[in-house]
């Protein structure tokens, strides 16, 4: 049977203003702003967690929660995510609780997701609305915290300054009872930081031959711990 060339124009816009609503209704509830990433030409790297947009999943204090392709500035310490209908990089307007990449890995972790969340209390340099990497949740948290910072460097006997972004050593962080300190993730620090089930901890630990160095097996120790 022959479709009629008038309803096939019909049925192919009414297709492309189907795609061009989600679009909006993307943009609407995500109520993005453009972002200045031209503040950034004149330094080398990146100053994304990762360089590429991943897949990932947004919830907004609002209530709402939003499928977006995503970029974290670990600078700014700001989520980015790419607008739909001309891949610009748009910064919420609504504040953002928590997010997580579905797919991707870095070279900072070993765990997939990676989730990430605030609303923790201030420590350091961080604040209630400071980002950090979820290893372990529970009663007891394990966060994560990164940092980038654009580090100048001026040659000897030359003018010319080179910027470029450098990664600091990530900091971990124990939360309990709503009190947050530092922790270094080794055996012993670890250990005495959960000093109710040391014998079981110390146990697990030997048993499962856990890497302090790998977020996976961090993630595995604390889950564990939480269940007791």
């Not at 970029?71 to 310490?77: C, F, I």
């Not at 997580?100 to 997701?113: A, C, Q």
């Not at 990164?146 to 030359?158: E, G, L, P, R, T």
Request: glycine fraction near 4%; aromatic fraction near 10%.
């Amino acid at each position: 049977m022959k479709i009629p060339f008038f309803t096939l124009i019909v049925a192919g816009l009414m297709c492309c203003g189907t795609i061009s609503s989600a679009q909006n209704q993307i943009l609407n509830d995500n109520q993005g702003k453009p972002v200045m990433e031209q503040s950034y030409t004149d330094v080398e790297g990146s100053p994304y967690l990762a360089a590429s947009w991943l897949p990932g999943i947004v919830s907004l204090t609002n209530g709402k929660t939003i499928a977006a392709k995503l970029k974290y500035d670990v600078v700014k310490d700001e989520l980015l995510f790419q607008s739909p209908r001309d891949s610009m990089a748009l910064a919420f307007v609504t504040p953002v609780k928590s997010f997580r990449f579905d797919i991707g890995t870095i070279d900072e972790s070993s765990l997939v997701p990676l989730i990430f969340s605030n609303g923790y209390p201030a420590i350091d340099e961080q604040s209630e609305v400071s980002f950090y990497q979820v290893i372990a949740d529970g009663k007891v948290k394990l966060l994560k915290r990164y940092k980038k910072v654009i580090h100048s460097d001026q040659a000897f006997n030359s003018a010319t300054t080179t910027k470029t972004f450098a990664m600091r050593d990530a900091v971990y962080y124990l939360l309990a009872d709503n009190k947050i300190i530092r922790v270094k993730p080794t055996p012993k620090t670890i250990a005495a930081t959960l000093p109710d089930k040391t014998d079981q901890v110390q146990t697990f630990i030997k048993t499962n031959k856990i890497d302090f160095k790998s977020d996976r097996d961090l993630a595995k120790l604390f889950s564990y711990y939480n269940s007791l």
